[in-house]
């Protein structure tokens, strides 16, 4: 009878936490559709489904009714940790402090704000504030899919479920593009007429959220390949039979799918960081991989995404367009360079302590005179300099610690003799990371919310499934797979 119970109370436990991982996914693939969850009610709406869906696992949690282990809190006690440091700092900057210490700490802030004698350090407390709800809603996804992330078939699930998203957004661009219909979410377009964007508002945006979907989509690619030394037998007019009716064909015309999105977004450093950093990340898994998966098998799956995406596909949308775009010195680029010049005097004046969170298009102006002829910049098209100004170095450099971290960790994961499934989420993360170094220097990416939503859902593959046992002597040994549950 207690076994009985047992097993009991373990599938209830189980169909609890499943249920919490599919409204994790739906909130997953609600982000992009208002407009890439970019207007302020769609921010708003992102963050109060991530905190009820928090609020479930905490309940769960204080119930003992999640698959969560002790390793799991070791691991995220860093990342987990510098994210939280970051939204701390943000809310300090909304604080009103005296005026002489704000002068200490921001002599430029101290000098701009008005008469009193309590003052913020952040020039735009609101914005700040709203910047703050954004800086949550991240840090809660990222910890929320680490800790229901314990099992191997969820890992493929979230990889599956960014996949179809991305999917969807690349036929809905098309379609939209190619009849004519334009028209985004529920509303006639008023921008980027003519171009795909899918949901989102600007073309940059989707072609970034695809870029990250296409990561996934390889990486799936890269979990299903067969073992070492079976290049031949792929090759084979049986085998190729019966990949059209697998899984893997559905996958590679999905990438088709995405890629065809992508070119007609006509998104010159969209198309570019794609194609680097599919060839950097999958350099990385060729070079350090000791999976079960042959460096040859990896090549020829690389070799082909470049050829069929690039050469035919390409060639049929328009990729020359692109190519046209990515050569030209438009007028767009050197205001682009203008505003990122006087970005870096904005800040220069805030390094330590930055203006505020969200405050960069109420200080801009101040730093951009009459040079950009009226224009109006809601953002610095430059993630890294935007960020840095808003929060201050310091932040900024906790924030990009936590990027490199995710890095290192799958470094380890790659270098080892671990499973394909363990390659494939390996080689998501180094894409999406190498795509975000490429595409972050000339857009703002990371102020979306369903992009950087996305993302950070994509960084928590980097630390599930894994830790790291040490010997007798207190010396760390080679990395293995492990699951908090079985998988």
Request: charged share 15%; net charge positive.
């Amino acid at each position: 009878m207690s076994e009985i119970i047992e097993v009991s109370g373990s599938s209830r436990k189980s169909r609890q936490e499943s249920w919490l991982f599919a409204c994790m996914l739906i909130v997953l693939a609600w982000a992009p559709l208002p407009f890439g969850s970019s207007r302020p009610w769609g921010a708003a709406l992102l963050f109060l489904l991530t905190a009820v869906v928090l609020l479930w696992w905490l309940l769960l949690f204080m119930a003992g009714r999640t698959g969560i282990k002790h390793q799991v809190w070791r691991k995220l006690r860093l990342p987990l940790g510098l994210l939280l440091v970051v939204q701390l700092w943000v809310f300090f900057q909304t604080l009103p402090l005296p005026r002489s210490l704000v002068a200490i700490l921001s002599p430029k802030a101290a000098a701009l704000h008005l008469p009193g004698n309590w003052v913020p350090i952040s020039l735009d407390p609101e914005q700040t504030r709203f910047y703050l709800m954004q800086g949550l809603t991240y840090t809660a996804a990222f910890f929320l899919f680490v800790a229901i992330l314990n099992t191997k078939k969820r890992i493929g699930i979230i990889l599956w479920t960014v996949t179809l998203c991305g999917t969807f957004q690349a036929i809905f661009g098309s379609l939209m593009t190619l009849s004519g219909i334009e028209f985004g979410f529920f509303v006639e377009k008023y921008t980027g007429i003519g171009l795909a964007t899918g949901t989102f508002i600007n073309r940059n945006h989707l072609a970034g959220f695809l870029v990250m979907c296409l990561s996934a989509g390889i990486g799936l690619m890269i979990s299903r390949m067969g073992v070492a030394g079976r290049l031949q037998s792929m090759l084979g007019f049986k085998s190729i039979l019966r990949l059209v009716y697998t899984e893997k064909f559905l996958l590679r015309l999905m990438m088709v799918v995405m890629v065809v999105g992508l070119v007609l977004t006509r998104s010159r450093m969209g198309n570019t960081s794609f194609f680097f950093s599919l060839a950097l990340a999958s350099t990385i898994a060729v070079a350090g991989s000791r999976a079960q998966v042959s460096r040859t098998m990896l090549i020829f799956l690389f070799g082909s995404l470049f050829l069929v995406d690039l050469l035919i596909v390409g060639q049929r949308f328009g990729v020359e367009q692109v190519a046209e775009r990515i050569m030209q010195t438009s007028a767009e680029t050197e205001s682009r360079d203008e505003v990122s010049r006087f970005s870096l005097s904005l800040l220069m004046d805030y390094l330590w302590t930055g203006s505020g969170g969200g405050s960069y298009y109420t200080i801009f102006p101040h730093y951009s005179q009459q040079v950009l002829q009226g224009d109006y910049y809601t953002h610095a098209h430059n993630d890294f300099v935007e960020l840095a100004a808003n929060l201050g170095l310091p932040a900024f450099l906790m924030l990009a610690g936590f990027v490199f971290l995710s890095f290192r960790n799958t470094l380890f994961i790659e270098k080892q003799r671990v499973e394909r499934s363990d390659l494939g989420r390996a080689f998501v993360v180094h894409m999406a990371i190498c795509w975000l170094g490429f595409h972050s220097v000339v857009d703002f990416n990371m102020h979306i919310p369903a992009n950087a939503y996305t993302f950070v859902s994509l960084m928590a593959l980097a630390w599930v499934g894994v830790k790291r046992p040490v010997a007798a002597n207190g010396v760390p040994v080679t990395w293995t797979p492990h699951f908090g549950i079985n998988s």
